[in-house]
Nanobody
Framework: QVQLVESGGGLVQAGGSLRLSCAAS????????MGWFLQAPGKEREFVAA????????YYANSGKGRFTISRDNAKNTVYLQMNSLKPEDTAVYYC???????????????WGQGTQVTVSS
């Protein structure tokens, strides 16, 4: 079992940056594909970015391409989401999640963190 704890959310002005972190428990972190998802108020949860077990492969939703960067440090059991040029429409709760197979589908992710709020003011 994997326990995930996100941090780094907060209030930022449009155009600003935030770096989200997700710390994982357990000794098998490097076995998992890690993903970031968001859920805006009144909307369904959606995919943001994913990174392969080694970190060699990444994939982004169109909304984050060129602005967001996902990375991981397997020695620290942590995955990051660097978010630049933030927009008010990025406001959401951001979740990290893990899966054993490469996927961008929410249903394929087995373990989830509790989420961290990101609010971007205009």
């Amino acid at each position: 079992q994997v326990q995930l704890v996100e941090s780094g959310g907060g209030l930022v002005q449009a155009g600003g940056s935030l770096r989200l972190s997700c710390a994982a428990s357990g000794r098998t972190f490097s076995s998992y594909v890690m993903g970031w998802f968001l859920q805006a108020p009144g909307k369904e949860r959606e995919f943001v970015a994913a990174i392969s077990q080694s970190g060699a492969s990444t994939y982004y939703a169109n909304s984050g391409k060129g602005r967001f960067t996902i990375s991981r440090d397997n020695a620290k059991n942590t995955v990051y989401l660097q978010m630049n040029s933030l927009k008010p429409e990025d406001t959401a709760v951001y979740y990290c999640a893990s899966t054993l197979r490469w996927s961008v589908k929410i249903v394929d992710y087995d373990y989830w963190g509790q989420g961290t709020q990101v609010t971007v003011s205009s």
